[in-house]
Structure formats: structure tokens, C-alpha cells
């Protein structure tokens, strides 16, 4: 069974910074891009950051660009989201994800594994 399973969340005042971790069981992705992705309360989930298969590229909204690094560690089998200058309009479940091939990619549809996510909330 596949499993992605997001851990480091928490509540956090503005400003402050998390890391978060998911980690895989079942099979591993190290041919395949991964993300991650945030979903607000009463908004659609929006795409926050991918990273190719070897981590050579990199993609991420503008939202969080220059705030939060996305990194891989695919001996680990671990993918990683550091989060600084957090912000209110950050809080959301954040779901980590494994793309259908190896390119970074924005659209949700390209994933194919999806973890269960993680709260994380700033306070103002």
C-alpha cells in the first residue's frame, strides 16, 4: 500500500517558521516529481511548490516564493517544505503529493499519490 504521510504542523505566530516532512512507505519516488499543495478553509486547493525527480528544478506560487523552499531527500524518501515569514493567509491543510513523472508540475491532476495533510495555522 502507498502511503504519504505529512507531519511538522502546528500553530505558529506570524512571522515564525515550520518545516515540514513527508514521508513515503510502499514504493519509492525518486523517479518522480513531488509537491506540495495547501487548501484554505472554503477555497480550492492551490499548488504552493514541486521539485523534479533529482531536484534540479524547482517551482513555486508566487504567494511563497522567496518565504518557503521545497527540498527532497530521496535516499530518506522524504520530501520537505521549509516554511519562514509565515504568514496568516498561509494557514491551511497542506497536502504533500507524487507526480504521475519526473517534471515539475503545478497541476493538481499530474499527482497521482496524495498524503491525508497537515494543519498548519498562523496567528496574527
Known amino acids: 500500500q502507498v502511503q504519504l504521510v505529512e507531519s511538522g504542523g502546528g500553530l505558529v505566530q506570524a512571522g515564525d517558521s515550520l518545516r515540514l516532512s513527508c514521508g513515503a512507505s510502499?514504493?519509492?519516488?525518486?523517479?518522480?516529481?513531488m509537491g506540495w499543495f495547501r487548501q484554505a478553509p472554503g477555497k480550492e486547493r492551490e499548488f504552493v511548490a514541486a521539485?523534479?525527480?533529482?531536484?534540479?528544478?524547482?517551482a513555486y506560487a508566487d504567494s511563497v516564493k522567496g518565504r518557503f523552499t521545497i527540498s527532497r531527500d530521496n535516499a530518506k524518501n522524504t520530501l520537505y517544505l521549509r516554511m519562514n515569514s509565515l504568514k496568516p493567509e498561509d494557514t491551511a491543510v497542506y497536502y504533500c503529493?507524487?507526480?504521475?513523472?519526473?517534471?515539475?508540475?503545478?497541476?493538481?491532476?499530474?499527482?497521482?499519490?496524495w498524503g491525508q495533510g497537515t494543519q498548519v495555522t498562523v496567528s496574527s
Open positions: 510502499g514504493r519509492t519516488f525518486n523517479n518522480n516529481a
Open positions: 503529493a507524487a507526480c504521475r513523472w519526473s517534471g515539475v508540475s503545478t497541476r493538481s491532476h499530474d499527482y497521482a499519490y
Open positions: 521539485i523534479s525527480w533529482i531536484g534540479g528544478s524547482t
